[in-house]
């Protein structure tokens, strides 16, 4: 049997970036059609949000400092958008606030999707991106993911079930752990595997995707 191409996304579902890849990673599964595999590891950007918030929003009381902070990140973010030309709307971004300081949440979310339903995972993922980047939804709360689990068709109760019961947290933590094995440090990066060959990557630029992947293959696959 034919080795497939895997490309393994490091990631956290809060991430402009990654949202904005999408179509590169869309073009990919065209490109390479039936050849390839995409997984996504979830990578934990956002521990706790005072590890990104300047001195002066620290100074604030929490809920003020936090909303500044939301305040720059939707600029960024914003920035972001040329990236992979997908719309990003940053009015009342609100992601994090003095209860929710973290997007465990969201990377949590997934791996309980995975264990609910493999087949969906990557459908509610996409859900999950959509309605924290251009939706501006507060997907750290927990009855925002519970609205994207029942958009995306899982079954809500074993859903919940390993949301809570540990089993999610600890795929969580084989992800994270995968992530530093590897030496992951900038989120997204990509690792492309066929067979015994594998590189490490970062880009947003589709073109980059098909050189290394042609590299690794030496040409195997003929483009769709």
Same mark, same amino acid.
């Given at each position: 049997?034919?080795?497939?191409?895997?490309?393994?996304?490091?990631?956290?579902?809060?991430?402009?970036?990654?949202?904005?890849?999408?179509?590169?990673?869309?073009?990919?599964?065209?490109?390479?059609?039936?050849?390839?595999?995409?997984?996504?590891?979830?990578?934990?950007?956002?521990?706790?949000?005072?590890?990104?918030?300047?001195?002066?929003?620290?100074?604030?009381?929490?809920?003020?400092?936090?909303?500044?902070?939301?305040?720059?990140?939707?600029?960024?973010?914003?920035?972001?958008?040329?990236? !992979?030309?997908?719309?990003?709307? +940053?009015?009342? $971004?609100?992601?994090? %606030?003095?209860?929710?300081?973290?997007?465990?949440?969201? /990377?949590?979310?997934?791996?309980?999707?995975?264990?609910?339903?493999?087949?969906?995972?990557?459908?509610?993922?996409?859900?999950?991106?959509?309605?924290?980047?251009?939706?501006?939804?507060?997907?750290?709360?927990?009855?925002?993911?519970?609205?994207?689990?029942?958009?995306?068709?899982?079954?809500?109760?074993?859903?919940?079930?390993?949301?809570?019961?540990?089993?999610?947290?600890?795929?969580?933590?084989?992800?994270?752990?995968?992530?530093?094995?590897?030496?992951?440090?900038?989120?997204?990066?990509?690792?492309?595997?066929? !067979?015994?060959?594998?590189?490490? +990557?970062?880009? $947003?630029?589709?073109? %980059?995707?098909?050189?290394?992947?042609?590299?690794?293959? /030496?040409?195997?696959?003929?483009?769709?």
């Amino acid at each position: 049997m034919e080795n497939k191409i895997i490309l393994t996304v490091f990631t956290d579902p809060m991430m402009g970036l990654s949202y904005e890849s999408e179509p590169i990673m869309d073009r990919l599964r065209k490109e390479y059609a039936g050849n390839i595999e995409i997984r996504y590891v979830m990578s934990l950007l956002v521990r706790d949000v005072s590890d990104f918030m300047t001195p002066e929003e620290l100074a604030l009381e929490p809920e003020k400092g936090i909303a500044c902070y939301c305040g720059r990140l939707a600029r960024i973010y914003k920035r972001e958008e040329s990236i !992979g030309g997908l719309p990003i709307h +940053m009015d009342g $971004f609100r992601l994090f %606030d003095a209860e929710h300081r973290s997007s465990q949440p969201l /990377c949590l979310a997934y791996k309980a999707a995975q264990l609910t339903a493999p087949d969906k995972a990557n459908d509610f993922l996409t859900e999950l991106r959509h309605a924290t980047v251009p939706e501006c939804r507060p997907t750290t709360h927990f009855d925002e993911i519970l609205r994207i689990v029942r958009k995306a068709g899982l079954d809500e109760n074993a859903f919940v079930e390993h949301y809570r019961n540990g089993s999610g947290e600890a795929a969580l933590s084989d992800d994270l752990a995968f992530t530093r094995r590897l030496g992951i440090r900038s989120l997204p990066s990509y690792l492309i595997q066929y !067979g015994e060959k594998a590189v490490i +990557m970062q880009s $947003f630029d589709g073109t %980059d995707f098909i050189r290394e992947i042609n590299r690794i293959t /030496c040409h195997h696959f003929q483009r769709s």
